[in-house]
Antibody, heavy 120, light 107 residues
Framework: EVQVVESGGGLVQPGGSLRLSCEAS????????MHWVRQVPGKGLVWVSR????????SYADSVKGRFTILRDNAKNTLYLQMSSLRPEDTAVYYC?????????????WGKGTTVIVSS | DIQMTQSPSSVSASVGDRVTITCRAS??????LAWYQQKQGKAPILLIY???TLQNGVPSRFSGSGSGTDFTLTINSLQPEDFANYYC?????????FGGGTKVEIK
């Protein structure tokens, strides 16, 4: 079964750091771009970041640029999101998603999400 | 950044109805648009990409159309399992952007 499973969420104080992980299975992880998307409960979806197949090229939303780093370990079939200088507005459910193979950017496999709460 | 505007924000419909949701991009994106369904507390599911291509396993009552800046998701003969939130997303360039969502509710 093709799936991705996020972990690492939790409660963190403002200014703190957290690393999210996303373990992939059922597909050749090293062949696919990957993304992080977040969602405040009851609100819409917001794209956060993406990484290419070997990790050499990344993109970020302006709201997280300079604070978040997307990484991958193809040997471990795992995607990461290193988050630092966290703010209350970073509180959300964070989803890991696979990029649908092709020339444009759609998300065809999503995890169930992991919840990050930034609060003192 | 490309802004995506969905309408309506919510729609009430009955089982068997046809529902149409629209999405407008702030600039032309050719056909590079996706639609997702999300149920409460669940992850989104890709329904349609490239504006009109049905993702594997998605029922044929879902269809998409449009190009440039104006797009439509149509659900024919609404089923009980279709009551959910729907989002459009432009797949043209980064940052990827989503519409604000449309909630399809039971009338």
């Amino acid at each position: 079964e093709v799936q991705v499973v996020e972990s690492g969420g939790g409660l963190v104080q403002p200014g703190g750091s957290l690393r999210l992980s996303c373990e992939a299975s059922g597909f050749i992880f090293s062949n696919d771009w990957m993304h992080w998307v977040r969602q405040v409960p009851g609100k819409g979806l917001v794209w956060v970041s993406r990484i290419n197949t070997d990790g050499s090229d990344t993109s970020y939303a302006d709201s997280v640029k300079g604070r978040f780093t997307i990484l991958r370990d193809n040997a471990k079939n795992t995607l990461y999101l290193q988050m630092s200088s966290l703010r209350p507005e970073d509180t959300a459910v964070y989803y890991c998603a696979r990029d649908l193979p092709g020339p444009h950017f759609y998300l065809d496999v999503w995890g169930k999400g992991t919840t990050v709460i930034v609060s003192s | 950044d490309i802004q995506m505007t969905q309408s309506p924000s919510s729609v009430s419909a009955s089982v068997g109805d046809r529902v149409t949701i629209t999405c407008r991009a702030s600039q032309g994106i050719s056909s590079w648009l996706a639609w997702y369904q999300q149920k409460q507390g669940k992850a989104p599911i890709l329904l349609i990409y490239d504006a009109s291509t049905l993702q594997n396993g998605v029922p044929s009552r879902f269809s998409g159309s449009g190009s440039g800046t104006d797009f439509t998701l149509t659900i024919n003969s609404l089923q009980p399992e279709d009551f959910a939130n729907y989002y459009c997303q432009q797949g043209d360039n980064f940052p990827l952007t989503f519409g604000g969502g449309t909630k399809v509710e039971i009338k």
